[in-house]
């Protein structure tokens, strides 16, 4: 590990007097990442902010058909949480599954979502859900935020402050997990809602994305039988040590079965 000067702000607007002293200064959140790359000398920022110190950051709200989700709420409070249980049982469901007691008590969703990484989770509710994600300058679509491998539509200086979720007709989600990280191979997430159907895949390809020929016959008929037939092509998907491009094609049909069957039970 280098060196590095280390802040705690104790506000939103400090962290930005941080960042503007530190230009190349990360943002240290869960550290579950953070901490391994800089362990590893993969990243070396010359300074670390942390933003375990700032209010607005927390905290769970459902109001408006609205669930959100502060940035630093950790993957155990949002798997624990009663209201999100009831509001969006899917999203819950998928925050208990994340990988262990140790990580889910230490991750949080905005460190997640800036991670991006290809087998995460909580992508595939965000997109699956039409989530808007909220920073300190702007609100992004999740449709317009994950842009390729560990790659997202944020800015340098730009945090994610929390995550709205508009409450579904119902939602689903599937997960074939890697037995020793829990990381998704591939996972699933399908939701309904009053405009249509949304399917979201995690871990398949370089990045999160949507299964418009899914969802289109989904929005027909929302059954697991419906997509039984549909198989992605293998092309532009992962291959590596733990599964080939083909195998993930075909497990992205499977998990998109269990997870309409996983909806269509609430
Ligand atoms: C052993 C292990 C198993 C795991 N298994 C899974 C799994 O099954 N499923 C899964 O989804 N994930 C899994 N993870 C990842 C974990 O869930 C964390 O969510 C993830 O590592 C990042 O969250 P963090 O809060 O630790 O962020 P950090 O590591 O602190 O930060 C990650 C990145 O995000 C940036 N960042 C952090 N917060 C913000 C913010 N608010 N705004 C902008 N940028 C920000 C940081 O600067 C950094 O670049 C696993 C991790 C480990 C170590």
Do not use: W
């Amino acid at each position: 590990m280098y060196t590095f000067d280390y802040a705690r702000p104790e506000s939103l607007k400090d962290v930005a007097t941080a960042l503007r002293k530190q230009g190349e200064a990360k943002l240290l959140a869960g550290g579950q990442s953070l901490v391994q790359a800089l362990r590893l000398r993969l990243a070396h920022p010359p300074a670390l902010v942390d933003l375990q110190a700032i209010p607005e950051l927390r905290g769970i709200a459902v109001a408006n058909n609205v669930v959100s989700v502060g940035a630093m709420t950790r993957h155990a409070e949002v798997a624990a949480s009663r209201e999100i249980q009831r509001a969006i049982p899917a999203l819950a469901k998928l925050a208990a599954g994340i990988g262990d007691r140790q990580v889910r008590n230490q991750g949080t969703i905005g460190g997640s979502l800036a991670n991006a990484d290809p087998g995460a989770d909580y992508p595939a509710a965000v997109l699956g859900l039409g989530a808007n994600i909220v920073t300190n300058k702007r609100e992004i679509p999740a449709d317009k935020f994950f842009l390729g491998l560990f790659e997202t539509a944020l800015k340098p200086g730009e945090l994610i402050v929390r995550v709205d979720f508009p409450l579904p007709l119902r939602a689903g989600y599937a997960k074939f997990r890697n037995p020793a990280s829990r990381f998704a191979l591939v996972g699933v997430f399908v939701c309904d809602t009053t405009s249509g159907v949304r399917v979201a895949v995690t871990g398949a390809g370089p990045c999160v994305f949507r299964a418009k020929r899914m969802e289109k016959v989904l929005a027909k008929d929302f059954t697991p039988q419906a997509v039984e037939k549909i198989v992605l092509p293998a092309e532009g998907l992962n291959t590596d040590i733990h599964a080939q491009a083909d195998y993930r094609a075909h497990l992205v049909t499977v998990m998109a079965q269990r997870a309409v069957e996983a909806a269509a039970k609430l």
